[in-house]
């Protein structure tokens, strides 16, 4: 469990960070986190103590993994004479913890927010010997400005880091490499580190990313950039949302912690204000911001953090506003208010995301198809990101280049934490034989064709079908964003894994999404006992007010293959009607069907319940993805699931991305959308131990459920991953729960 330790500090320090305290209480009595404090620091701490960071609060910090500080600064209570310099406090905290990394949060409207990452210590923040004089006659003074590869590198694999947490978006690197070395420098290495990752980088001269940012051009979602560049824009970027509260400062050390457990401090950008201090004025949405930062930085309190995310902004958007917000006409409410209306928010968001969606799996047995699908008393569970991080060394170690390692590792995820079992880490070892065998290319990049417009053609060169997948979905984000739509199809790609993972991060962005793919052949068309058609899923995800995006993601059959590995692997039998022997015979046996001996069915199963529907379906995936790319269709396509690969799968797939905005307000879209599916979740069961859900309600709640307790490996997935990290030499040593 993560600790957090709470330094107040001076001026509206404490006032700012009392309704981030008093939530982080309330989620440390439900068991979310650990609090300690509060712990003096700055003048008040300089006043009382002498000393700007007295030794409990060090000993605190060292023994916190993240610090939340209000404010060090001038304190109305606190003489200058007292403490002249109460901010060396915060410059030691970031030295003893080489808190070298700075990550800036702004919210720029509707669920968006810029993110400004750049180097805080060296470059013009550096401190070396001579790298700031000041000649005894007051006629010279100099500050130095020095860059290595190595510190730039860091700063954009992390601002790409998370992009990519969202699911990707615009990346744009500032530097002024017309004027300084270090610019050009800055260029050349984001150029190299873009281009590595597969990560399309605009650049831009620091002056004309100001103008843009301050003229009301385009807001990018990330950018990289050095130190004092990016502590401007980021103020530049608060003042177009509104107000100097709204940015939530990280201070981040890359890599294992260097001293204690403290991986980074988390404050709101904002001085101590000490003219405001005591009346109850100052704006608190700065505190919760630097909260939402700290909970999202940790895996375990992601969810967290996006809840409260969406708190800030459901009272950003409907108020209370303190005075630096107030539209005209509207009385300026207090700090207390606006934290008391933050807290309430997120509630409403814990409420409205906990509605039947944790209930249906604990409260009642598995039904229909989740009876197969249910690992229901697991061999062992594992942390869902050791599985992540292990996943990237293993294909790291059969040749696949390391950003395109961790778009398979991210979607895998997203499967194992939703409760995808059919689609998660039990399928690497059949990736890692099909790069083994040939048949999936690992050193290869995708090309995108298009002539800049709305639709794009990604060629996959034959490569994993994620990080491809990953290229389309970018380029569908950036054209939605530009253009309002992207349409983008893939072809000579392979296995893409959940369908549902790459619209779930076009969603998180306030997109809507479609994705679609074809597979190897598989499924009867009705009226024939032949496989033709792949399992072809089809996904639509869409942002929903104050909860998780509401994902459809399905098999364009009666249920996935992938279903009957699991049902073959947990000896279990299957229901009529998810396929056919070899003869053509109706069968519970898995093994019956699969892999290879007879065909799965379309959804709907036979005539009488209208299987011609699944296979339409079918047929407009394959459409919409193969014919529409150039790529083999039905038979033609190359087979992962019958394991019986001769050659390349030749893949095809389909990414649309719309901007909602484009339609209407998309805040009213997504109240829409919470509205619709409360009311389906209201609807009367006729079971009342069966409540109606909504798609993707159930994958919303094992995430928050699977975050804390691992991921569940049945018996069998966990012998295959064993030998399969023994195999590439990377032993599968995450510790079991
Ligand atoms: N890459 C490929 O080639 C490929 C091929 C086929 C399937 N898949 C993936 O397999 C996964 C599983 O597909 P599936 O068809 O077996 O999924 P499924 O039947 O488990 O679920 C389909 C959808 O229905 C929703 N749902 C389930 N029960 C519900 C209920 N009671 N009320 C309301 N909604 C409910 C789910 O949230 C989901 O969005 C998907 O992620 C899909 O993308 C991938
Ligand atoms: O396994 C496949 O090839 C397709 C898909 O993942 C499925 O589960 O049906």
Redesign the pocket.
């Known amino acids: 469990m993560i600790r957090i330790a709470l330094l107040p500090g001076d001026g509206v320090g404490e006032e700012v960070l009392d309704g981030p305290s008093r939530l982080l209480r309330q989620l440390a009595q439900e068991g979310a986190v650990e609090v300690t404090g509060p712990w003096p620091v700055g003048a008040r701490a300089a006043a009382a103590t002498g000393e700007v960071l007295p030794e409990e609060t060090l000993a605190a910090c060292d023994a916190a993994d993240a610090i939340l500080l209000g404010a060090v600064g001038e304190d109305p209570g606190v003489p200058a004479e007292v403490c002249p310099r109460p901010e060396v406090a915060l410059h030691r905290l970031r030295e003893r913890y080489d808190l070298r990394i700075s990550v800036r949060d702004v919210p720029m409207g509707e669920d968006r927010d810029l993110t400004v990452v750049r180097n805080l210590i060296g470059g013009s923040y550096g401190t070396g010997p001579g790298d700031r004089t000041y000649s005894q006659d007051g006629g010279e003074a100099a500050d130095v400005l020095r860059l290595t590869p190595e510190r730039i590198a860091e700063v954009v694999e992390l601002g790409i880091d998370r992009a990519r947490q969202r699911g990707g978006g615009r990346l744009v690197s500032v530097d002024k490499a017309n004027l300084y070395a270090t610019g050009r420098l800055w260029r050349d290495v984001a150029t190299e580190v873009a281009g590595r990752r597969g990560v399309p980088v605009e650049h831009r001269f620091v002056d004309r990313a100001a103008f843009e940012l301050g003229s009301g051009g385009a807001v990018p979602d990330v950018i990289v950039t050095e130190g004092l560049l990016g502590d401007i824009l980021s103020d530049l970027a608060a003042g177009r949302a509104g107000s100097p509260a709204l940015c939530g400062s990280a201070s981040i050390h890359p890599g294992e912690p260097v001293q204690g457990r403290c991986q980074g401090l988390f404050e709101p950008a904002h001085g101590s204000a000490p003219r405001r201090t005591g009346r109850d004025q100052v704006n608190p949405l700065g505190g919760f911001l630097a909260l939402v930062a700290l909970l999202q930085h940790f895996a375990e309190t992601r969810t967290l953090g996006d809840r409260l995310r969406t708190a800030v902004q459901t009272v950003l958007r409907q108020g209370p506003w303190t005075y630096d917000l107030a539209p005209d006409g509207v009385a300026a409410a207090g700090t207390r208010d606006v934290a008391a209306a933050v807290l309430a928010a997120f509630d409403d968001a814990g409420t409205t995301a906990a509605t039947g969606a944790t209930e249906p799996r604990t409260a009642q047995e598995p039904a229909g ?1 989740e009876a197969v699908e249910a690992v229901a008393e697991p061999a062992v569970r594992v942390p869902a990101d050791d599985l992540q991080a292990w996943t990237v060394e293993v294909l790291e170690a059969v040749g696949v280049r390391p950003s395109h390692a961790r778009e398979v590792a991210h979607v895998l995820a997203y ?1 194992d934490l939703s409760g ?1 079992d ?2 998660g880490i039990a399928r690497l070892p059949a990736y890692v034989a099909m790069i083994g065998s040939g048949a999936i290319t690992a050193d290869a990049e995708p090309t995108v064709h298009s002539d800049g417009g709305a639709v794009a053609l990604v060629d996959g060169h034959g490569m994993l079908g994620h990080p491809v997948t990953a290229v389309a979905l970018h380029e569908a984000v950036e054209r939605a964003r530009r253009l309002g739509l992207g349409w983008v199809n893939v072809r000579d790609s392979s ?6 993972s790459y619209v779930y991060d076009a969603a998180r962005q306030g997109l809507v999404a479609i994705a679609a ?1 074809n ?1 190897g052949p598989i499924v009867a068309p009705t009226g024939s006992a032949r496989p033709y058609f ?4 089809l ?1 639509l995800g869409m942002p929903v007010a104050g909860e998780e995006p509401m ?5 364009t059959s009666a ?2 293959g ?2 009957f590995e699991i049902a073959l692997r947990l000896g279990k039998q299957i229901p009529l009607g998810w396929g056919l022997t070899a003869e053509g015979h109706p069968t519970t046996d898995p093994g019956a069907v699969y892999p290879g001996k007879g065909p799965l069915l379309p959804l709907g199963s036979d005539r009488e319940h209208s299987s011609h529907k699944g296979y339409g379906l079918a047929l407009l995936v394959e459409l919409l993805t193969a014919v529409l790319a150039g790529g083999p269709f039905g038979p033609g396509v190359g087979n992962l699931t019958a394991r019986a690969v001769t050659g390349p799968p030749r893949t095809s797939h389909l990414v649309v991305v719309l901007d909602p905005a484009r339609l209407g307000d998309p805040t009213r879209m997504q109240a829409e959308t919470q509205r619709l599916l409360g009311e389906l979740r209201a609807l009367i069961p006729v079971d009342p131990a069966l409540p109606v ?4 309600q ?2 919303a709640a094992e995430r928050t459920a699977r975050r804390v307790q691992g991921v569940p490996l049945d018996a069998g997935t966990h012998a295959a991953l064993r030998q399969l990290g023994e195999r590439v030499g990377r032993p599968l040593g995450v510790p079991a729960r």
């Open positions: 198809v499967a995808i059919s689609h296995h893409h894994g959940a369908s549902g793919t597979t792949g399992t072809n899923p996904a994902v459809f993601d399905m098999a249920v996935a992938g279903k859900r909504t798609p993707g159930r994958a």
